[in-house]
């Protein structure tokens, strides 16, 4: 059965940098979210302006449609994605038995990732808006992002080894997020 992941969190909390490794270490895919942006999200947001949930619509439907593929072929994924909001991570789970993985740190912490990279179109100006924004999930695997990425990935395989950490939909178990 495909095991599908989605790594969450604000922007400078880890999701590529997690991700990636995590899906090496699985042997399967792994999906970069920001990827399916349309060049006019990327462009508000490179001028430090929030997206609406209205902009975020066709980026989330990609997503799912990316995810429900995979699902569908049998095919494991690890896809890294802010998922900020209950609703949104209702839209990229729906009818896909999803585990959600929480990067959580400080906001002093991911402020101070996000003013030393280069070459991304989220600056450190935008982190308030998305902190702002984050409905953080009841049930996902929460991981202090301040630890070294092979620990972090290390307990989430550890976590994903145990049977109750699915969800399908928005009817998420015990230890499940809340889609």
Known sequence: MATIVGVMGVSGSGKTT?????ADAMHCAYLEGDALHSPANVEKMSHGIPLTDADRAPWLAAIHARL???FRQGESL???CSALKRS????????IPITWVYLKGSAALIRSRLQHRSGHYMKADMLASQLEALEE?????VVDVSQPPAAIVEQILAELREPTRVETGGSPDRRKADA
């Open 18 to 22: 997690v991700g990636t490794r995590l």
């Open 68 to 70: 429900l593929d995979s």
């Open 78 to 80: 690890v896809v890294g």
């Open 88 to 95: 949104y991570r209702s839209v990229l789970a729906d009818g």
């Open 137 to 141: 999930p009841a049930g996902a695997l």
